[in-house]
């Protein structure tokens, strides 16, 4: 991780903390578990879209490996078309006109140690029983309705500091420096109008040399009162075996590689999975890697925001975001970046997510919020649990919670590589598509479909760009239409056409999204063109074909679950809440596979089109990527 960075030299690290707080904005970073520490200062100015903030080009001088430093406020989403509270949070640019690279000892050393006073200690605006009734309402009327898989939905904890200043925000960070582990920044960030400090164990998104990186984390494992080795390996045991934790993980994964496929020509590669052990929890995270060509600024924007801090499907879980917080997110859940430039002169960017944060005003008026992923069989007291789990790091390092007693991180790297856990982490991959586990930059498309062309209708689910990456390798090319847009002559001239996922209730006929599907379907049967019906769409093509639409008598968002397809089990990845059943007599020439029991239809086969209810895109559906081929092989060149 250090490769290529300046060796410590220059101003003692007194000096240089001094020489930083005269600029109008710095910050001190400790980045992932290095050794040393960056000091940054410099002129700060706001601007309004990501593309506006100055690039360098050239290799850098000597000693130099970043040119500015970003915090990228949420209502930026509003970037990429999603609702979201404007809460005026600025995008502040930071030119930096002081780096310098010190050890962290001495950074340590140097940094005061003053005491922290309040005015107003405080504690959660919400209760813990008022956050469980959230949780229930999402889980209840918003999952359970088809909204979505998951959601994060934030609590703030607010409290009045006394006489803050400088030298209080570099306590609180000193603090963090002695008492955090395995963060991926660690910093005290001063934007010139607020501070902004904590210990982030996860990425947003970064970019070397083409390289780039995400780095999904979910699935909470929470240490307090586990000082007992055996006790704590049985725990970590049940918690790499719970389902819904492993799940959680699971649908993260899928939506970040969402992203990656939109950004990285090649899709991505799904490393891990890993466990990431910090003071107070331990996560468990994947590795995704992808390259792309991509301007550094164009990358963070179509990153933003992380489903392990929004949801997913990302635009509508920011649509859903916006109806239950109270008010914008400020920095929450948005992140901090990086950027520079490497050896060569190539562009470069670090961006942490901002959670574990304090964000602080010039008066000392502190805003730390933590927000629990919920999916649909969360539990409301388990989810409040996890609120004060998430917030306890920074919260103590204000001394606004006690510091727990003794260490329950003693003896965690042996447990991490006990071969027990070891294998009971990698068993995981065991249900997994082997496609994007697996590098595919070299795989040969089919013959069959060379040439052939697709488009997409984009139903608000970012899925279309992982549907886009497997034609892709299978040698297709393929375009998008958003629902909005889509009209007859819109889905004229390909060889097919997919109807994609998304969220909704496909019975609602007035939803301008459902209406539009229900047009293309129409039009699609009418004319005879070839199509593929997936998730959403499935849904709409069965009401068409007269099959009923009805709630499944259990979610299954984020769901494996196997599925008889051609005389063979299939194991495959789910996000439905609704489902099609066979109630009479279907049109001449249909067929429908369903479960023999609860009747659900899986999968419909008609003359030039077929619909699945299932993912086969899902990193959840084991051979997705040859079920995908069999599908449009059989469609286009059949």
Sequence with gaps: MDEGRPQPAGPDARTALETMRSHDAWAVIRLRDSASVTVVGGSRSEVERLLDVPLEEGVPEAGRRFDRLVAIPFRQVAERGFEVHDDGAPLTVVDIELEVELPLAEVVEALPEERVAFADRGGFETSDEEYGAVVEAIVSDEIGHGEGANLVVGRHYRAQLQDWDAHKALTVFRRLLERERGAYWTYVFFTGERYLVGASPERHVSVHGGDVRMNPISGTFRLKGLSDPAERKRRLLEFLGDEKEVFELFMVVDEELKMMCDICGEGGQVLGPFLKPMTHLVHTEYLLAGRSERDVREVLRDTMFAATVTGSPVENACRLIRRYEREGRGYYGSALALLGRDAEGRATADSPIVIRTADVSLDGALKVTAGATLVRDSNAAHEVAETHAKAGGILSAFGLVE???????????????????????????????????????????????????????????DFVNMLRHVLAVLGMASSVVRHEDVTPDAVDGYDLVILGPGPGDPRDGDHPKIAAFRRTVDTLLERRRPFLAVCLGHQVLCDRLGLDLVFKDIVFQGTQSPVWLDGREENVGFYNTFVARVAGDLPPGVSAAADPVSRDVHRVVGPGFRGIQFHAESILTEHGFDLLHDLVVDLVAG
């Design 403 to 461: 510091q727990a007693a003794g260490s329950a991180t003693e003896g965690l790297e042996d447990l991490v590589h006990d071969e027990d856990v070891v294998i009971a982490l990698g068993s995981r991959n065991q249900r997994l598509s082997r496609f994007w586990l697996t590098d595919q930059a070299d795989s040969a498309p089919a013959p069959e479909l060379k040439g052939k062309t697709a488009v997409i209708v984009d139903g608000e689910d």
